[in-house]
């Protein structure tokens, strides 16, 4: 597999430490980034750079996308510069954006029509996953097209996964997402609690992060909560929109989801006061605590 081209379509927080583990495997990276410092630190470190996702997509054999809205996915894959006017045949695509389950199929579809295979492969494990190479990856389309990737994976993931045709790793991402906006809930909940208690919030995260009332989200983001660390591991603009994704799904499946729906209004409130562009663990600023 070492030999194989790799581009990389959005070097963002998580995509940009996908990139450094793909170099570190010895791969051949070539990148495109809409906004191009973004991927100087990358270039700096052997990666090459691409003026388009099509001209960073017209060599390889494998191209990665991880960009940040559903119109943002349309762009690189079917725009004017797009991955599908050069991806060349028997190349793969992986999707990792959390993205519309109906999108990946339509991706899929495409790209079987140019000889091309296709995955979508949304991850979760925020920054800190990315950056140690510990992401949780769910991926949907055909099996053999995962196997083939799963060394690859592999690099910068410890739980893969596969769930079946395409559309399915993101279906298993909304079942992500409506678990994380729930907890977060709880996390900020517990903590505005504990504070107006007047406790130690340290030992408060210390006594219940090991029991029935512990998860990732309060023992990775409640620390940094606490340190007035609201850098994001994940953007709340994107987390609204994955939200408006869960909602829409839920909708044609005639499921009610009103914690979700509590929770969307709770971060678009933030989103309203200007905190986009913060963690998802500024929810916390809701309680105004």
Not at 155 to 178: P, R, W
């Amino acid at each position: 597999m070492s030999q194989k081209k790799i581009a990389f379509i959005g070097t963002g927080v998580m995509g940009s430490s996908i990139v450094k583990h793909l170099l570190k495997a010895g791969f051949e990276v070539t990148v495109y980034n809409r906004t191009k410092a973004k991927a100087d630190p990358l270039i700096g470190l052997g990666a090459l750079w691409a003026d388009t996702p099509a001209l960073a997509s017209e060599n390889a054999d494998i191209i990665f996308t991880m960009v940040g809205f559903p119109k943002d996915v349309e762009e690189v894959y079917f725009g004017e510069h797009g991955i599908f006017r050069t991806a060349k045949e028997g190349s793969i695509v992986v999707d990792m954006t959390t993205s519309k389950p109906s999108l990946a199929k339509e991706i899929y579809e495409a790209a079987k029509e140019r000889g091309v295979r296709s995955l979508d492969a949304p991850v979760s494990g925020g920054d800190i996953g990315a950056r140690n190479g510990t992401l949780s990856i769910m991926v949907g389309g055909d099996e053999e097209v995962f196997k083939e990737m799963l060394p690859i994976f592999e690099l910068f993931g410890s739980n893969i996964v596969y769930h079946g045709g395409a559309g399915a790793g993101q279906h298993a991402k909304m079942c992500n997402q409506l678990l994380v906006t729930t907890n977060m809930i709880g996390v900020c909940e517990c903590i505005a609690y504990g504070m107006k208690a007047g406790l130690d919030l340290e030992k408060v995260l210390q006594s219940v992060s090991t029991g029935a009332a512990g998860s990732w989200s309060l023992s990775n983001l409640g620390p940094r909560i606490l340190k007035g660390d609201l850098d994001p591991g994940f953007y709340i603009k994107h987390f609204i929109k994955d939200m408006k994704i869960a909602l829409e799904e839920a909708e044609k499946m005639e499921l009610d989801l009103p914690g979700l729906k509590l929770a969307k209004e709770m971060y678009e409130t933030l989103l309203e006061k200007g905190y986009g562009d913060f963690g998802t663990q500024a929810l916390i600023k809701y309680y105004q605590v």
